[in-house]
């Protein structure tokens, strides 16, 4: 079986080597069970591609010689050849070539060998082709209108897919072409070459040909692009323009292959994961992606061309960047790599990620990157991107740092990336600058030497990177208790951040485990028995407290943002830790029964006690709560149902215990409509008012000690008093 570099002229008048016989090629024949011609369809994305493939071959006709990868099928006794790959770019061929030969008058002895490729898809096209190479246009308008105006061109022959893609085709040669002198000399000398590999004897089937067309893609961009890239290279060094193109053929393309899709090629996955190098290389040069285009192609020119004054840089990250790939030892594959170092549970050794993401980082990246889902979000986010570009960073740096190093280092990017979203984020690069070059730079910094580099600016979390500089020391004073903080650190609800807990409390960091794995209600309940743990946020009425549903709100509670009050929540929640070793529901419910008890003993009913006391202040929604004036009026407060606005599903609890069927949603529960009158809850009283007048017509004082705080259970005493008696205007 022989493989050689030819041009299509050529193909028809040189003898192959085929299984020791040589074979002489007297035909091309595209088979009826072959799909149509399908670069001259009128869509957005072919439209694209095959501008730049006519306009590779302008340049390659123009200066720069092209390869366009194989072509291959079975060649049969008679010499004739069935294309198993290849009928797109043939087809290309056979039309640039008959274009050439009309355009430029070339004697037809010279171009006979086009009658030697033939369409057998239908009648109609093998016919279309043998009339089209006897007819001679005057140039004079558009092609497809000259050929669709002749005599031998029956207008049924529009609706034949194959027809009116070349129609197309021929088109867009026209006006690649139309000013371009000595085309076919340029052909005759090689300016287009493909490797042709003619099997002889295959017997292809239907099947095959099924199988083999059922990629569901009209046409291959990837082919374009590595002609296209070819070509840069070439023009910048030979020898390693045949070098990367070799390993893109050969070894990139094992690497991939593993990660290949449905339609079981490695293309869109080798420019995947070419687009994140490239966006790696503009953010290592102090640039932005934001506003730049995402197309291969202009990609490709603006970092892998001459016009680059670092081109020789970034030819080599993009060989780094696969061939790390490739070089693993042990491993030997990215998928039994990254299974040593990511996990979806907390396991030693490894960085914990969340289950909405994959932990093959790698083929994520290369399935996913640059793509957009449903809601508009990245599907490989900038997260993503920094913790892959970590591990990478490694791969690159593998002599100078161990396993285990690398282990930890990795440990404390991710905290870093866990708790950095605002500084990870699109927004962040429109609005304040563009951090991701600091956040690369950083990250490089802790893979190779393990500390946090101070001196690089508007990184990620500050925050975050304070309290990774000192777990770096704890760690290193405390092995013995290195794995219980990294366990900790990988709880759902601390995501890499513990200063909750804090280092101060080694000995706490198991109870944190056993404490969240009770019911997270009893747990709400403990904490406020011992205090207010909850946190205002910065607009100031707004506040945080725990759920019994939503994890989310603990989160929150439990990592250092703006919200005023942290350290309360840490003082609170270190007092329930002190309280046990471990803890179960029981143990709760103990504490919680002991406060309540208390309160009621004592006649002492802070806002806290009905908090705990009644189920509906605790409804387990978002956790968020308004409150105007928490510090005068603590009582005056309304359980939210959205997560940062006011809504009618908002209600003050005070009233909704009393009256849950009356409370207005168009005053956002604050107040009850009953008859002719409505009620609401003061921080010292109900207040009666009249519907109309808004005049007051009744008060329910609440006695309070000489600290604001109730001396009898308010909910109690408005029912009380509501069972006793109507709440009616009374008279002047």
Request: glycine letters at 4%; charged letters at 30%; a negative charge.
């Amino acid at each position: 079986m022989g493989t050689s570099l030819n041009s299509f002229i050529e193909i028809f008048n040189t003898g192959f080597n085929v299984d020791e016989e040589t074979v002489q090629l007297k035909k091309i024949a595209i088979p009826i069970i072959q799909r149509d011609y399908a670069q001259g369809r009128i869509d957005a994305e072919v439209n694209r591609i095959r501008g730049r493939f006519l306009d590779s071959l302008h340049q390659a006709i123009m200066a720069d010689p092209i390869t366009l990868d194989f072509v291959y099928g079975d060649i049969n006794e008679d010499g004739v050849m069935t294309p198993l790959d290849g009928q797109q770019r043939l087809t290309a061929l056979f039309l640039l070539h008959w274009y050439a030969a009309k355009k430029e008058n070339i004697a037809a002895t010279e171009h006979l060998f086009l009658r030697n490729f033939s369409y057998e898809t239908r009648y109609s096209a093998r016919d279309f082709c043998s009339f089209l190479i006897k007819f001679n246009p005057s140039f004079t308008k558009k092609l497809s209108e000259e050929i669709v105006d002749q005599a031998w061109f029956p207008l049924d022959w529009k609706k034949d897919p194959t027809i009116s893609s070349m129609l197309v085709v021929l088109d867009a040669i026209q006006d690649e072409f139309a000013e371009t002198q000595g085309i076919w000399a340029r052909l005759k000398d090689k300016a287009i070459t493909f490797y042709f590999l003619p099997i002889k004897d295959m017997g292809l089937t239907d099947e095959l040909y099924i199988k083999m067309n059922s990629r569901g893609k009209p046409l291959t961009q990837f082919e374009h692009f590595k002609a296209e890239l070819e070509r840069e290279l070439r023009k910048i060094d030979e020898p390693m323009a045949k070098r990367i193109i070799k390993k893109i053929d050969l070894d990139w393309t094992d690497m991939l292959w593993r990660y290949r899709g449905d339609d079981n090629v490695i293309d869109d996955e080798f420019l995947r994961y070419f687009r994140f190098i490239c966006d790696i290389i503009c953010y290592q040069y102090g640039e932005t992606t934001q506003g730049k285009s995402n197309d291969e192609f202009d990609l490709l020119k603006e970092y892998f061309s001459g016009q680059n004054e670092n081109v020789m840089v970034n030819i080599q990250t993009l060989e780094d960047y696969f061939d790390c790939w490739c070089c693993l030892q042990d491993d030997n594959t990215p998928d039994k790599f990254l299974e040593r170092f990511i996990s979806h549970e907390h396991q030693a050794g490894k960085i914990k990620v969340e289950k909405r993401y994959g932990t093959n980082i790698f083929k994520d990246c290369v399935r996913n990157y640059a793509d957009i889902s449903g809601n508009g979000n990245r599907l490989f986010p900038l997260n993503r991107i920094v913790l892959l570009y970590a591990v990478i960073s490694y791969l690159l740096n593998k002599d100078a740092v161990l396993d285990n190093k690398f282990s930890r280092r990795l440990r404390i990017v991710n905290n870093l990336i866990q708790n950095s979203e605002d500084e990870i984020s699109d927004s962040e690069l429109r609005t304040s600058g563009n951090r991701m070059p600091a956040i690369l730079r950083q990250v490089d910094a802790i893979i190779k030497t393990g500390a946090i580099d101070d001196t690089i600016e508007k990184n990620l979390n500050l925050t975050q990177l304070a309290e990774e500089s000192l777990k770096i020391t704890w760690v290193e004073n405390n092995l013995d208790k290195a794995e219980i903080l990294f366990e900790l650190e990988d709880h759902d609800l601390l995501q890499g951040q513990i200063s909750i807990v804090g280092l101060e409390h080694p000995d706490y960091f198991p109870r944190f485990q056993s404490l969240f794995s009770c019911k997270a209600d009893l747990v709400d309940c403990a904490l406020m028995s011992i205090g207010n743990y909850g946190q205002r946020e910065k607009n100031g009425w707004r506040y945080q407290l725990g759920s019994k549903k939503n994890m989310k709100a603990w989160r929150n509670l439990f990592h250092k943002s703006s919200n005023d009050g942290f350290e309360r929540t840490k003082d609170v929640l270190v007092q329930l830790l002190s309280c046990a070793d471990s803890f179960t529901d029981e143990l709760l419910s103990g504490i919680i029964n002991t406060y309540i008890n208390d309160c009621e003993t004592n006649n002492n009913y802070e806002w806290r006690y009905y908090y705990i006391k009644y189920d509906l202040f605790r409804p387990g929604i978002f956790g968020k709560y308004y409150w105007e004036n928490f510090e005068k009026r603590p009582y005056e407060f309304s359980v939210m149902s959205t997560e940062s606005k006011i809504s009618g599903n908002t209600y003050q609890p005070f009233l909704k215990a009393v009256y849950e069927k009356k409370l207005s949603k168009d005053h956002y529960g604050q107040r009850a409509i009953d008859g002719d009158n409505y009620i609401v809850c003061a921080n010292s009283a109900y207040v009666v008012k009249n519907n109309a007048t808004n005049v007051e017509v009744d008060r329910i004082v609440i006695p309070q000690n000489d600290k604001g705080i109730d001396t009898e259970d308010r909910i109690k005493k408005l029912q009380l008093v509501l069972g006793s008696c109507l709440l009616t205007a009374k008279p002047d």
